[in-house]
T-cell receptor, first 115, second 113 residues
Framework: GAGVSQSPSNKVTEKGKDVELRCDPI?????LYWYRQRLGQGLEFLIY????????KSGLPSDRFSAERTGESVSTLTIQRTQQEDSAVYLC?????????????FGSGTRLTVV | GDSVTQMEGPVTLSEEAFLTINCTYT??????LFWYVQYPGEGLQLLLK?????DKGSNKGFEATYRKETTSFHLEKGSVQVSDSAVYFC????????????FGAGTTVTVRA
């Protein structure tokens, strides 16, 4: 597609429920990134996928968070047993190769609210 | 670890005013520095970057100079427009081959006609 597409744009969920967030990167982009922005804070790195290499999951805050990517296409970020502190905007980005020198393209984000 | 601190907002200006958003960083070595902008309803976009000391990044009338002696990368624009209303993020990466960005908290700028 023309840009990075994320869905849903907004999600309100009850504490304890599982949620799944979707990212559709730019076609042909091998690298995909997830970031989180909590209110009043900078973006936090969550996870990085590059082609068929093992993903860098070092930013995932707990084992309730997981992410998958099928080949070089769609990625899903799953949060199990959501907590109020998970409320944030979740941003996805992609690039043609791994490395900031290739330039990230960000999606518009999913705003998650846990009530 | 690497970190970025940028001035808190929100900032409200009149059209044609001068804008400065301060950004300082903590990093080892020689990081690459970036400013990203997020317009309402859109994704973050790269505004400008600088990859070594004394480099000046510029785009759309915005400028920022990589100052290693003061570990700063302040964003400036001489005459803002209503269309510059957005959230601005300062960010760094250890180098261009790295894939992680460390971001500041963002500064919301509103320009009034």
């Amino acid at each position: 597609g023309a840009g990075v597409s994320q869905s849903p744009s907004n999600k309100v969920t009850e504490k304890g429920k599982d949620v799944e967030l979707r990212c559709d990167p730019i076609s042909g982009h091998t690298a995909l990134y997830w970031y989180r922005q909590r209110l009043g804070q900078g973006l936090e790195f969550l996870i990085y996928f590059q082609g068929n290499s093992a993903p860098d999951k070092s930013g995932l805050p707990s084992d309730r968070f997981s992410a998958e990517r099928t080949g070089e296409s769609v990625s899903t970020l799953t949060i199990q047993r959501t907590q109020q502190e998970d409320s944030a905007v979740y941003l996805c980005a992609s690039s043609s190769e791994g490395g900031i020198g290739y330039g990230y393209t960000f999606g518009s984000g999913t705003r998650l609210t846990v009530v | 670890g690497d970190s970025v601190t940028q001035m808190e907002g929100p900032v409200t200006l009149s059209e044609e005013a001068f804008l400065t958003i301060n950004c300082t960083y903590t990093a080892t070595g020689y990081p690459s520095l970036f400013w990203y902008v997020q317009y309402p309803g859109e994704g973050l976009q790269l505004l400008l970057k600088a990859t070594k000391a004394d480099d000046k990044g510029s785009n759309k009338g915005f400028e920022a100079t990589y100052r290693k002696e003061t570990t700063s990368f302040h964003l400036e624009k001489g005459s803002v427009q209503v269309s510059d209303s957005a959230v601005y993020f300062c960010a760094l990466s250890p180098n261009l081959n790295d894939y992680k960005l460390s971001f500041g908290a963002g500064t919301t700028v509103t320009v009034r006609a």
